[in-house]
């Protein structure tokens, strides 16, 4: 994980500026009458027609863009790993954020030293390159094999969550993330930055995320987690997605299923009920309609599944009046009423919830499969 860098952020904040200032600057220059002297010849020529882009996709792409980046953004305040099956291993075995990332650091450098300056050498020169651009190769490949290591690690099948864990983290984390948006506003005005309206948004979902796990209660907690990461709208929702978690009536075999309940825009309802069989084995019952791609949604749940070391099997049930009806995506997540969660139930939950809203997100403006 990326540790958290203001000067990034300031500088990011600063081009953004400058392209506002560039664009606000050509449309006063456009405005501007032409000279009297000006002949016919130097008259506007006609624009040249551009591909037709709907307006509600170029909204959803730059929506997306600006979401991921600010997803990203609040997971460094927060002090949490990028990806959920990150933040599960760390939680398992008592890791905080720097000893989590040191590892991770040392396990880079150890890499690094295993091949000396004379071994670079020569594989540069039988490979027809540079040191330095040798260098440069094997810093990727280490880098690679970094991230593909992150995606595969050794999640604890009987190692459950606490929520109750989670809800205290959030809230020292919350705080010292505060205190990281708060230098981070003094720097950008010593900049000259005006516009901080994000930041102030920023600190006040946080201030927020804070008051909610302070109540401890496992629904809340769960509903903060799955937000930090999902990454269209970190720690928000009311705005294109709507998340909700509930609490299931008591049961003897509750603790061992979630259910699932999605609205899409374009395929209707999905719904998806995990039954967890063993500690590391969910079986996936998923009712949809019939224009529901789930060969799409197979291939992108089978990828996650080969990373977190889950056997998952997943059927499908076609409703027929399972129809679209709703304008913005919404998703439910019904548990039963225990403090603690299986780490796999959470890793598929939040993967179908992830995958069917991406689906549906693309299906809007026009790409019906990843491949498309």
């Not at 809800?167 to 506003?185: E, F, S, V, Y």
């Not at 907690?221 to 009536?249: C, I, N, R």
């Not at 889950?310 to 439910?332: C, G, R």
Request: with cysteine.
């Amino acid at each position: 994980m990326a540790d958290f860098n203001i000067n990034q952020f300031l500088n990011n904040a600063m081009r953004q500026q400058q392209i506002r200032n560039s664009v606000i600057n050509q449309r006063q220059a456009g405005a501007q009458p032409a000279p009297s002297g000006s002949s016919a010849a130097s008259a506007p020529k006609p624009p040249i027609p551009q591909p037709q882009i709907t307006q509600q996709a170029q909204n959803l792409q730059m929506n997306t863009l600006k979401s991921l980046d600010r997803a990203i953004y609040a997971k460094d305040l927060m002090g949490v790993p990028k990806n959920l099956n990150e933040f599960i291993y760390m939680m398992q075995r008592g890791l905080n954020t720097g000893q989590f990332n040191a590892m991770f650091s040392a396990q880079l450098a150890a890499q690094r030293n295993s091949i000396s300056q004379l071994q670079a050498q020569i594989l540069a020169q039988l490979q027809g390159l540079d040191f330095s651009n040798m260098s440069e190769l094997v810093n990727k490949q280490m880098a690679t094999q970094l991230q593909a290591s992150l995606k595969n690690l050794d999640i604890l099948s009987n190692g459950m969550i606490n929520l109750s864990q989670i809800a205290q983290m959030i809230q020292t984390n919350g705080k010292d993330a505060l205190t990281k948006i708060i230098m981070t506003m003094t720097e950008a005005s010593k900049m000259g930055i005006q516009d901080l309206s994000q930041l102030k948004e920023m600190a006040k979902l946080i201030n927020a995320s804070i008051a909610i796990a302070a109540e401890n209660e496992p629904t809340k907690t769960m509903k903060l987690l799955l937000m930090l990461y999902l990454p269209w709208l970190p720690l928000k929702e009311g705005v294109d997605f709507d998340l909700e978690v509930t609490q299931k009536e008591k049961s003897s075999e509750s603790e061992s299923i979630l259910t699932v309940t999605i609205t899409t825009i374009n395929y209707g309802t999905v719904v998806a009920t995990l039954y967890l069989e063993t500690s590391n084995s969910v079986q996936v019952a998923i009712q949809c309609s019939e224009e529901f791609p789930r060969e799409e949604l197979d291939l992108r749940l089978d990828k996650d599944k080969k990373h977190y070391s889950v056997d998952t099997l997943t059927s499908y049930e076609v409703k027929k009046d399972f129809k679209p009806n709703s304008d913005k995506a919404k998703a439910s997540v019904n548990m039963s009423q225990t403090t603690e969660i299986n780490p796999y139930l959470l890793l598929t939950a939040h993967s179908i919830i992830k995958h069917v809203i991406d689906i549906d997100n693309n299906a809007s403006i026009g790409i019906k499969s990843h491949i498309d």
